[in-house]
C-alpha cells in the first residue's frame, strides 16, 4: 500500500473541550488506484487530505507515505517528503498570472531544489498528458477554467509523486468539464502508478473511480455505489 492511514484520531481546540475531526480512520490506497471519499461539509473530508499531505499531525494513529511512517519525521523532513513523494491539487488551482502553463510546472523544480536542466521538457511532457502541449505558453487569463485546473493536476505531478491528493477537483466547473477532469485523473492514476485520493461532494461521475467511501461524522464508513 502507497498510502496507509492506520486508526488515526486528530481533535481541535473547542471552548473547554476538543472537537473530533477524525475519529480513529483506517484507510488503505494502493498504488495505481483512486479512491474517492465523499460526504457533507464538516465531515471531515479535508482534516483527512490534511493529516495525509502530512500538514496536520494526528494525536493518535499512524500514517504511512510511500512506506514512509511519518511519526518518526521532523518538520524539516515533513517537508521534504511532501515535496518529493506527495502531490497536491488544491480545489482552486491558484496559477501565478504573470507564468506561462509550463512555466506554472517549472517553477515546481526551482522550489524542490531540483535541476533546472530538464524542467522545461518535464513540464511539456506533463502538458501534454494532460491535453494542454498546445497551451505550454498561454498565461491562465487566456485559458478556460478547465484546462487551469488541469494545469494544477499537472502541476502535482511535476515531482513524480508516490501519491496524490485532490481536493474538490470538479467544484468550480460544469458537468462535461468536471467529467473530463475526472477522466483525466483516473488515467493519471493508472499510468503513473499514483495512490490517489480524491474528496468531492460531486457523486456524478464515481462510477469510473476504484473505490468509494462515505465520511460522516469524522468516520469513514464502507464503501458505497456509485
Not at 517549472?106 to 506533463?126: F, Y
Not at 487551469?148 to 496524490?164: F, G, K, S, T, Y
Not at 481536493?167 to 483516473?186: I, K
Request: hydrophobic fraction near 40%; glycine fraction near 8%.
Amino acid at each position: 500500500m502507497t498510502l496507509t492511514l492506520a486508526d488515526v484520531t486528530l481533535t481541535y481546540p473547542d471552548g473547554d473541550g476538543r472537537l473530533t475531526a477524525l475519529d480513529h480512520v483506517s484507510l488503505d490506497v494502493p498504488a495505481g488506484s483512486l479512491t474517492a471519499v465523499v460526504g457533507p461539509s464538516g465531515s471531515g473530508k479535508s482534516s483527512l487530505l490534511a493529516v495525509a499531505a502530512t500538514l496536520v499531525t494526528p494525536d493518535e494513529g499512524r500514517v504511512v507515505v510511500a512506506g514512509t511512517d511519518t511519526a518518526c519525521l521532523g518538520r524539516a523532513e515533513k517537508t521534504a517528503l511532501r515535496r518529493e513523494r506527495i502531490g497536491i491539487v488544491f480545489q482552486q488551482p491558484n496559477l501565478l498570472p504573470s507564468l506561462t502553463a509550463a512555466e506554472q510546472l517549472q517553477v515546481m523544480t526551482h522550489l524542490s531544489g531540483g535541476a533546472v536542466r530538464g524542467a522545461r521538457g518535464r513540464a511539456l511532457e506533463l502538458l501534454d498528458a494532460v491535453g494542454l502541449a498546445d497551451k505550454a505558453d498561454r498565461r491562465p487569463h487566456q485559458l478556460s477554467g478547465g484546462q487551469r485546473q488541469r494545469i494544477n493536476i499537472a502541476r502535482a505531478l511535476m515531482n513524480d509523486p508516490a501519491v496524490l491528493l485532490v481536493d474538490e477537483p470538479t467544484s468550480a466547473l460544469d458537468h462535461e468539464r468536471g467529467a473530463a477532469v475526472l477522466d483525466l485523473l483516473v488515467t493519471l492514476t493508472t499510468e503513473r502508478s499514483t495512490a490517489t485520493v480524491m474528496v468531492t461532494h460531486d457523486r456524478a461521475h464515481l462510477d469510473r473511480v476504484d473505490r468509494t467511501v462515505m465520511m460522516d461524522d469524522g468516520r469513514l464508513t464502507a464503501p458505497v455505489a456509485t
